[in-house]
């Protein structure tokens, strides 16, 4: 057995905020100041983001039915209607009156609910034109081709070592990429080496992109790209591996929709998928693993290294989804002649309170 480094083990936890017990909560980081403080992006991609839905007709019985799951389901809510004090007091619930109708985010929004009445036709108009608006350009989370004292404070490793293993990398940055190098080895029962931000002191706000690009130049072996939407140390991580061809630059990309939502390797297939609205950390690993028990079929135990020049967000957001539950036909007829996604949802012309509950779980499952 190798002889395991407990300076190395304590030195990574005091990097990351971490203690035993408490240390999944993200308060001990920030009093220790071991967050990272992102000051290189737009500042509202570092901002709390949650999804948009806009609710028109949200004081009927299905609307504000709607409106409180959409908001136990970590929504921001934009609610249009005529009696706000039949909705829930919520710093997440937007008060708009049907007058006001212009100044919803319809370009924003990820969900869209029409309930009982005809919504303005210029929201219809304004949501295609955003959909024919050309692609948004790519945005950096991480620029290694130029480093600075502040990026070197982000990005700190993460090996087996955390588990008795006695694996060691570390980033280094050179004038045009970082390296992301070192020895892994299966010692110990370990094999594993990564490099990891520390938590955002605010979430970073991907919602309107597709995935990550990665820049890389490998050395044949297959890594791991791992996000965090949570200021837990040990909590899910969602998981993409993507193989190197040996010292070649090569571009990868990565779709959100395709993370794998992980915890120690095995896959959790109760987990929602990725908040691409909340992203807290992000991290690259080489390891023997793979999934659920199964090896890495590329992984070599020794030396590795990764160069790195950059990490972009790109693509431009899935439309938004639109779900007309007993809207005037003329405004469906309308809205089905835009081409938009979405659903007509059937009404009955009178509805008790179980059939408004078990509509509004229909609506919300539309949504999805």
């Given at each position: 057995m190798a002889t395991w480094a407990f300076d190395r083990f304590v030195s990574t936890l005091r990097y990351f905020g971490v203690f035993p017990v408490i240390g999944d909560f993200g308060w001990v980081q920030k009093l220790m100041g071991t967050q990272a403080k992102v000051d290189w992006m737009e500042p509202s991609l570092a901002q709390t983001a949650r999804p948009i839905a806009l609710v028109w007709g949200a004081c009927g019985d299905v609307g504000r039915r709607v409106v409180r799951l959409l908001l136990q389901r970590n929504y921001q809510v934009w609610a249009l209607g005529v009696d706000r004090a039949r909705l829930p007091a919520d710093p997440q619930l937007h008060w708009l009156t049907l007058e006001q109708w212009a100044e919803a985010p319809i370009e924003q929004a990820a969900a869209i609910l029409i309930f009982g009445a005809a919504a303005p036709e210029a929201w219809v108009d304004r949501a295609a034109q955003s959909t024919r608006a050309p692609q948004r350009s790519p945005q950096m989370v991480?620029?290694?081709?130029?480093?600075?004292?502040?990026?070197?404070?982000?990005?700190?490793?993460?090996?087996?070592?955390?588990?008795?293993?006695?694996?060691?990398?570390?980033?280094?940055l050179f004038n045009g990429y970082g390296l992301f190098a070192g020895n892994v080895s299966t010692d110990n029962s370990g094999g594993f080496a990564s490099i990891r931000t520390r938590n955002f002191q605010e979430p970073i706000n991907l919602s309107a992109f597709e995935g990550l690009e990665l820049r890389i130049k490998g050395d044949g072996q297959r890594y791991k790209l791992i996000l965090r939407a949570e200021s837990r140390w040990d909590g899910i991580g969602y998981c993409a591996s993507f193989d190197t061809v040996y010292n070649i630059w090569q571009t990868v990309r990565i779709p959100f929709?395709?993370?794998?939502?992980?915890?120690?390797a095995r896959t959790l297939t109760d987990a929602p998928g990725f908040d691409a609205g909340a992203l807290r950390a992000v991290q690259l690993m080489l390891s023997k693993f793979e999934y659920d028990g199964d090896l890495n079929p590329k992984f070599k135990a020794g030396g590795f290294s990764l160069a790195i020049e950059t990490i972009t967000a790109y693509g431009q957001a899935t439309p938004s989804r639109w779900i007309l539950c007993g809207a005037a036909p003329e405004f469906v007829d309308y809205w089905q002649g835009s081409g938009l996604n979405g659903q007509v949802l059937a009404t009955p012309e009178s509805i008790d309170p179980a059939q408004a509950e078990q509509l509004a779980q229909t609506c919300l499952q539309a949504v999805d």
């Open positions: 991480c620029d290694f081709r130029q480093p600075s004292p502040e990026l070197a404070q982000v990005w700190g490793a993460i090996d087996d070592v955390v588990m008795g293993g006695v694996s060691s990398s570390d980033l280094r929709r395709t993370l794998r939502p992980v915890f120690r």
